[in-house]
């Protein structure tokens, strides 16, 4: 790498102002600033690199809209479904922020495809870029990752079942197969426990690998530097290059901006839908993955029973593994897709296979009469429920039931009658637990006997007058029951 | 090495013409692209600000046939919906409803004006007394005696197909005006 890339170019048009200077001191932010975007592109900048920096945008707007999700959203089986349903339904920009995270996921998933397969046509993984692409296919892993678990967070029919299904892919696993599902799930069943897990994946442990992993790619990336087109070396390049600033900053922008627009007026004129609550117990609901997931949810149909185990978990692992190895079997410094027959040719027979197994689940599904009615009817279930207005979930506030006795003891309870009766509830709690106005009573007989008691209650300490305890009109017998329940309170 | 990997493609008197062009450019759409998002997360953030709060709903008091010949002050106790975010709860609260002036009926609210004690309604002294610090009303909520500041607190109160309606609010206590809290 030549070392004229670090040095601050003397050459420089715009010379730094005073305090971009003071700042450069301290921080060495120009610097940071020059060596992202001095990097050498060999061959010039061109369209077809825009994809790296989509994805990164695409993350970066999922992670700001999810943090933001998360000031309503509750992860728990019986608020979750509420408090999606207030967020679409309720909150300013709510439907279209949703509408925006969810599609951002579709857009990952296209933008991801895309950024691989101009990877594979150029030859980009050659040269000293096999953990360039062990990072990217582990990057790949975790977005699919951040996909599924996704999914299941609304808690509607959809999300539910479509996550059972997928779980229970996992107990296929040989050995240890139920006992995976077991711990993904929390429970044997799905339930609350499934959600939890599923929400710390999605929001704590997949994103801070996603950010670990992303730093790494870029990392590698700039190490090795940008391959440049399918003629370049592989190694050593010769083409003349080009900075990354201005040109292909320019049209990494204008690639975002046409993520957004893109995402925008999808998600504004067809915003996402939340279905009914999921009722586990439903058995006519018929669940459907993401559409990326279909071609899979598919296979396992073709390969379903005696087989499923070879074609559902070996074979999709032997393919990942393969896909994985690419850039240590294809090495060389040929890069150009027609010299590359193998590679070129697997990948789009893999692709050509995924997208057949997708339009044959469509096909499936429209041609089954049964099912297309039952599809139908899903989806009219959750446009009816989208258009009815929110309801809130009924909190179950009402006010403690008036103390009880805890034992059958007469004066017990005549000193609780009196308790309530009288203005006690007010600050020291309903049950004597106490509140911001006055102390708990609970416990009081392990501090006081029943004659200090007594007495306290018609001789008040200063303290007991300055916090607001008003005196005792109680003759003998009612003191007496009063203490009793007083030091009842455990 | 002796030259810079990086050749600039033409050195022309335009070239800083062009990148200011292009940093007006590349400003412009960085703008459009953080403004398409930013827009809606600040609306979405800043909801709680926008939502009314002091909308609180009419509970039912009782048929106002009840109260045609109210002599004294009836004590009720009405359920109070309130929204919680997403959720909505009912609380219970005490009222008075005390025959106004011109037969027209009165809603107060059982929480002192002073510390927030529950106000009693005592027959044989024919007066409202706070059993914390003996604040004295009367029949109709006017301050007697004592430390509060000022009447029993009216509630807006209204009568719907035969039925009394009140909206239960709370006021700031120790103040001598009456202000909601919000």
Known sequence: MPETRYALPKDNPRPLSGFMTWL???????????????????????????????????????????????????????????????????????LFLRSIHAYGATAIVIVLFLHMSQTILYGSYKGPRELLWLSGCFLLFLMLGMAFTGYLLPWDQKAYFASAVGTNIISEVPLIGSSLQRLLRGSSQMGTLTLSRFYVLHVFMLPGLLIAFTATHIFLFRKAGPAGPSNEDPFHPKLPAQKFYPRQLVMDMVASLLIVLALAL?????????????????????????????????????????????????????????????????????????????????????VACYAGLGALSYHDDA?????????????????????????????????????????????????????????????????????????ALIGISQKYSADRLAFLLHHRTPEMIDGGMPSVDLDQAETAALVAYLRSLK | ????????????????????????LLVSVGGLVSATLAFPLVRFATFPLRVREDETSWSDVGKIDEFVSLAEPAVRTINVERTDGWRSSTAQNGVYVVPGESGKLKVLSSVCPHLGCAVRW??????????????????????????????MDELESKVENGVLKVRFQYFRQLAANKEPVA
């Open chain 1, 367 to 439: 041609s089954d009469s049964n099912v297309a009615a039952q599809l139908a009817r899903q989806r009219n279930a959750e446009i009816r429920y989208m258009r009815q207005p929110f309801k809130p979930e009924a909190a179950s506030s009402a006010p403690p039931a008036a103390p009880a006795p805890p034992s059958g003891d007469p004066l017990i309870a005549k000193g609780a009658t009196i308790f309530a009766a009288g203005p006690c509830g007010d600050c020291h709690g309903t049950r004597g637990e106490g509140t911001d106005k006055a102390p």
């Open chain 2, 1 to 24: 090495m002796s030259t810079p990997a990086h050749v600039p493609e033409e050195v022309t008197a335009s070239v800083a013409e062009r990148r200011s062009f292009l940093r007006a």
């Open chain 1, 24 to 94: 450069d001191r301290r921080t060495g932010v120009y610097s940071l600033l020059r060596e992202a975007l001095d990097e050498p592109i060999p061959g010039g900048a061109r369209w077809a690199y825009i994809f790296g920096s989509g994805l990164l945008y695409l993350f970066v707007s999922q992670v700001v809209t999810g943090i933001f999700l998360a000031l309503y959203y509750v992860p728990s089986s019986d608020h979750a479904h509420t408090t999606v349903s207030y967020i679409s339904k309720v909150v300013s920009s709510g």
């Open chain 2, 122 to 151: 005592i027959d044989k002294k024919d007066r409202f007394i706070c059993p914390c610090h003996g604040g004295t009303f009367t029949k109709t909520g006017v301050h007697v005696a004592g430390p509060p500041l000022r009447a």
């Open chain 1, 266 to 350: 999808v998600a504004y004129f067809v915003p996402i839908r939340l279905g009914p609550q999921a009722v586990p117990s439903d058995t006519s609901y018929i669940p459907r993955p993401e559409w990326y997931y279909l071609p899979m949810f598919q296979w396992l149909k073709v390969v379903g029973g005696r087989w499923s185990l070879l074609g559902g978990i070996v074979l999709p692992g032997l393919l990942a593994m393969l896909f994985a190895a690419i850039p240590f079997f294809d090495r060389g410094r040929e890069r150009r897709p027609w010299r590359r027959p193998l590679v070129v040719a697997g990948f789009t027979l893999f």
